[in-house]
């Protein structure tokens, strides 16, 4: 079970970081799925997560995303939507 939260949190930053986005339901459940269910060994589940490492360091060298939020956009969308929500 281990395995497949360790390749999702992978494979999401991968997405997150090329995309800006996470789309659900994830687009690799059925391979997720099936490292739960375990139809992998933990050597290859290991490794796949070794190799998806790599893919989520050079996708954070080349992401365009901000190094931290905008914590004032985040403040002034929450406030404007609360206002709306209690009009």
């Known amino acids: 079970k281990f395995g497949m939260h ?8 991968e997405e997150l970081l ?9 687009k690799r459940r059925d ?6 269910m ?5 050597e290859q589940v290991l490794e796949l997560a070794e190799d998806t ?4 360091r050079s996708a ?3 992401s365009q995303l901000r190094a931290k939020p905008a914590y004032n956009d985040i403040q002034d969308f929450v ?3 609360l206002q709306n929500y209690f009009k």
Do not use: M, W
């Open 79 to 81: 406030v404007k939507t």
């Open 6 to 13: 360790l390749l999702r949190l992978l494979i999401e930053a």
């Open 60 to 62: 954070y060298e080349k």
């Open 31 to 36: 391979f997720l799925l099936s490292v739960r």
């Open 18 to 26: 090329t995309t800006g986005e996470i789309v659900f339901p994830l």
């Open 38 to 42: 375990g139809e992998f060994t933990l």
């Open 53 to 56: 490492e790599d893919l989520v």
